[in-house]
């Protein structure tokens, strides 16, 4: 594909202070309307297409043999996994990481199957359930800790501590490492925002410190199983083997980011949701019944992960546009959520909402895993939340972290109690 055909366009999708500018609405609404399947040149690439439209998006989601997630042809992100995925962990100060990134999320079928049916014993409906009076018990013990404060981070002290808490609890780690992941985890998302990732040395440093970590859990758990993920993954077989050491480390990756970041990002998104909307809101507290949909909704209006990528394995056409093979094609979850035709008053955070299934889980093969983990946590958190401080109030702009990937606030000052 030539990009001489949008040399003049004004705006790149690619840039990450669109999103920590949170500016990317005004770009997709334009896009949706006038080229919803629309070139996007890059300075440092070969360009990308950019799906903005629901159905382009489950098309190419659903139809994993055109439309490829795996590593050898780019894997899930913008950026190529090959050349990029070693550069991305800081590759100049660690030596070779070239293939730590493969994890089930990069795989096409059949492969995927193989590599997903490895920790999916641990997100069965029942095991899910069974999680239940326990976050209660976590969220209860995580607001009690602000009773004698007015403020706080909303996103330090509540939304990124649950979604920790609960990623230990299913590693089956101790609690006082927890803090580990949320460090690794920030860093490892954070490519593009300097204070999440200040230096390359920083990321191999913390590459290096999550891999003997990984490691280090895989001995113990050779030696002591448990039901844990990290068992399951160590006793899993492919053909007779043991999963590679890159591949293990691949998939820690995949659940501390996949785990942590974006249930962090929905709880701290919805919370801010609540308090711009007091109607909304209100609706909660007069029927607490309502709180599975707004969870739903919430994820609607956050969509935490911003995109996913694919790549064309064959020449192809998607709403009237000719792909050829081994283009890009990336799909703009936070876009398709705000598809006119899907969703009637896509700018309107509505509790009540029902229309089609919203697409921040993604949908198809790779169809979010730990769905039910994050929905649960989320509706036990407002259940919890709404009653104690149903006033709760941002008390200054939030501030977004920069990043192409991760729509996400890293701060969010909050007064508690504002009319008390
Ligand atoms: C609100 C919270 C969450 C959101 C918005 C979210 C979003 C997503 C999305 C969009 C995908 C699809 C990737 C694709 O199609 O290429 C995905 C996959 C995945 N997610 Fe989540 N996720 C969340 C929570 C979680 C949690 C709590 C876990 C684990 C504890 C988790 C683990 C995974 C895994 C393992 C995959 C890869 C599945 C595969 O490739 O088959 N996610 N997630």
Not at 9 to 22: G, I, N, Q, R
Not at 30 to 55: A, I, M, Q
Not at 84 to 93: T, V
């Amino acid at each position: 594909m030539s990009t001489t055909d949008y040399a003049d366009v004004p705006f790149d999708l690619k840039d990450p202070s669109l999103y920590e500018a949170d500016r990317q609405d005004e770009f997709f609404t334009h896009l949706r309307e006038e080229c919803p399947v629309f070139w996007n040149p890059e300075v440092d690439g070969p360009g990308f297409w950019s799906l903005t439209k629901y159905d382009h998006v489950v098309a190419a989601s659903k139809n994993p043999k055109i439309f490829s997630s795996a590593r050898d042809w780019g894997g899930h992100r913008i950026f190529d996994e090959k050349e990029a995925g070693g550069a991305a962990l800081g590759e100049a100060a660690l030596g070779d990481t070239s293939d730590v990134d493969t994890s089930m999320i990069s795989m096409d079928p059949p492969e995927h199957n193989i590599y997903r049916g490895m920790v999916t014993p641990g997100f069965t409906p029942p095991r899910i359930k069974a999680l239940e009076d326990g976050i209660r018990a976590r969220v209860r013990d995580i607001l009690g800790k602000l009773d004698d404060q007015d403020h706080c981070d909303f996103v330090i002290s509540v939304a990124a501590e649950l979604p920790i808490q609960v990623l230990a609890e299913l590693f089956g780690i101790p609690q006082s490492d927890r803090h580990k992941l949320f460090e690794w985890s920030n860093a490892l998302i954070g490519e593009d925002d300097p204070e999440l990732r200040p230096s390359d040395m920083f990321i191999a440093a913390s590459f290096a410190e999550m891999s003997d970590y990984a490691m280090h859990l895989w001995q113990n758990r050779l030696e002591t199983p448990g039901d844990d993920l990290i068992s399951m993954l160590v006793h899993a077989r492919i053909d007779g083997k043991p999963l590679s050491p890159e591949r293990y480390i691949g998939t820690f990756i995949l659940l501390i980011v996949g785990g942590n970041e974006t249930t962090r990002q929905s709880i701290a998104g919805g919370a801010l949701a609540l308090s711009q909307f007091p109607e909304q809101r209100q609706k909660l507290l007069d029927d607490p019944s309502l709180i599975p949909n707004a969870v739903n909704e919430i994820i609607r209006w956050v969509s935490p992960v911003l995109h996913m990528r694919r790549t064309a394995t064959e020449d192809t056409e998607l709403g009237g546009q000719k792909i050829s093979k081994g283009d890009k094609v990336v799909m703009w979850y936070v876009s398709a959520n705000r598809d006119e035709d899907k969703f009637p008053d896509p700018f309107k955070f509505d509790v009540t909402r029902k229309d089609a299934m919203q697409l921040g889980f993604g949908i198809g093969q790779h169809f979010c895993l730990g769905s039910r983990v994050a929905e649960l946590q989320l509706r036990v958190l407002f259940e919890e939340l709404l009653p104690r401080y149903p006033n709760l109030q941002t008390t200054a702009p939030v501030r977004r972290i920069r990043s192409n990937f991760i729509r996400g606030i890293k701060e969010m000052q909050v007064n508690l109690n504002p009319w008390e």
